[in-house]
């Protein structure tokens, strides 16, 4: 995978696990739809995501600097 679309890829996904971990708007549209039972799993999926996604960025950024 290229570069650009690797890190891209990876801030991508970062900024929207971590909108869904730090605004209620999460908290609210399941709620809303009959979902909320769900809510207190959200964290068991969420936080390894957010991780995965920052590590995807971490190792495009080291293809970059080995490739300068």
């Known amino acids: 995978m290229e570069n650009r ?5 990876g801030i991508v996904g970062f900024v929207v696990t971590a909108l869904c971990c ?3 708007v999460l908290a609210v549209l399941p709620g809303a ?20 996604f920052l590590g995807i960025v971490a190792y495009a950024a080291y293809r970059r600097r080995r490739s300068a």
Not at 5 to 9: G, N
Not at 33 to 52: H, N, Q, R, T
């Open 33 to 52: 739809v009959g979902l909320s039972a769900v809510l207190g799993y959200l964290d068991y999926v969420l936080i390894p995501a957010m991780i995965l």
């Open 22 to 24: 730090f605004t209620p």
């Open 5 to 9: 679309r690797l890190m891209a890829t």
